[in-house]
């Protein structure tokens, strides 16, 4: 599976952006996709996640304020990112957890940085 993200950008605080992912290969295998971003120094965090059924998990400092949605047709995937804050300042990374029937992989974007400031 290969990911490719898109989106990023510099926005001021309060303001919104949408971040892509596109995924390609063997698709047919993701069970999950996921938003993760890190700060420099500090562990990558799980952003939110979507699952093939449709549920979703959110982290609660994010919660009310980002969604993710995925077209499952098209093989992409959104986080809408709405009254943003200097502390979601960080490289964004779509992930995609698969399973092929006989080993279970975890696959990943190659980043896409977002800046909130003023």
């Known amino acids: 599976v290969q990911l490719q993200a898109s989106g990023g950008g510099l926005v001021l605080p309060g303001g919104s952006l949408r971040l892509s992912c596109v995924a390609s290969?063997?698709?047919?295998?993701?069970?999950?996709m996921a938003w993760y971003r890190q700060v420099p120094g500090n562990q990558r965090e799980l952003v939110a996640s979507n699952t093939n059924n449709g549920g979703t998990r959110y982290a609660g400092s994010i919660k009310g304020r980002f969604s993710i949605s995925r077209d499952n047709y098209k093989n992409i995937m959104w986080l809408q990112m709405n009254n943003l804050q200097p502390d979601d300042t960080a490289v964004y990374y779509c992930?995609?957890?698969?399973?092929?029937?006989?080993?279970?992989?975890?696959?990943w974007g190659q980043g896409t940085l977002v800046t909130v400031s003023s």
């Open positions: 992930n995609a957890a698969t399973h092929d029937g006989f080993t279970a992989s975890d696959y």
């Open positions: 290969g063997s698709v047919w295998s993701i069970n999950v």
